[in-house]
């Protein structure tokens, strides 16, 4: 697909379950034609349990000299104890503050998502899903 003078941003926030790692391969080629484009591609994992694994791999092919700005990053982690004990301090069970991070942190990609249905639909799929323990957070799996 071509689309001139576009900003486009790709998010991808998977919830890896161990064994199984996940992969993600960001493609972003802007062709010659597509002159003054503006693009970033970002790729962020929150490892939710002991064992868990992603790779990201983010590529941007550039055949043009005249990009506005072209950029990618990927950033993996696990949950920040400094975020944990903050809401523990403040009288949240452990397993609870790790639900709260996880619904932060896939909010802040739906928020991005213009249609409020779609939004609702796909945070309280979320919810329903940590609430029942199929999003395992450390404290509710087997690998400690």
């Given at each position: 697909?071509?689309?001139?003078?576009?900003?486009?941003?790709?998010?991808?926030?998977?919830?890896?379950?161990?064994?199984?790692?996940?992969?993600?391969?960001?493609?972003?080629?802007?062709?010659?034609?597509?002159?003054?484009?503006?693009t970033?591609?970002?790729?962020?994992?929150?490892?939710?349990?002991?064992?868990?694994?992603?790779?990201?791999?983010?590529?941007?092919?550039?055949?043009?000299?005249?990009?506005?700005?072209?950029?990618?990053?990927?950033?993996?982690?696990?949950?920040?104890?400094?975020q944990l004990?903050?809401?523990?301090?403040?009288?949240?069970?452990?397993?609870?503050?790790?639900?709260l991070?996880?619904?932060?942190?896939?909010a802040?990609?739906?928020?991005?998502?213009?249609?409020?249905?779609?939004?609702?639909?796909?945070?309280?799929?979320?919810?329903?899903?940590?609430?029942?323990?199929?999003?395992?957070?450390?404290?509710?799996?087997?690998?400690?």
């Open positions: 697909m071509h689309l001139e003078r576009a900003l486009q941003e790709c998010a991808s926030l998977p919830p890896p379950p161990p064994p199984a790692p996940t992969v993600w391969i960001g493609d972003v080629r802007i062709r010659p034609e597509a002159t003054q484009t503006s970033y591609e970002m790729n962020r994992n929150l490892l939710l349990r002991t064992g868990a694994r992603a790779d990201s791999v983010p590529n941007l092919e550039i055949e043009t000299g005249d990009v506005t700005e072209a950029g990618h990053a990927s950033a993996t982690g696990r949950f920040d104890d400094e004990f903050y809401l523990e301090s403040r009288g949240i069970a452990r397993e609870q503050a790790q639900q991070v996880v619904r932060g942190f896939l802040d990609v739906t928020s991005r998502i213009d249609l409020q249905p779609v939004r609702e639909h796909i945070m309280n799929a979320v919810d329903s899903r940590l609430a029942s323990g199929q999003i395992p957070t450390e404290s509710t799996s087997n690998l400690s």
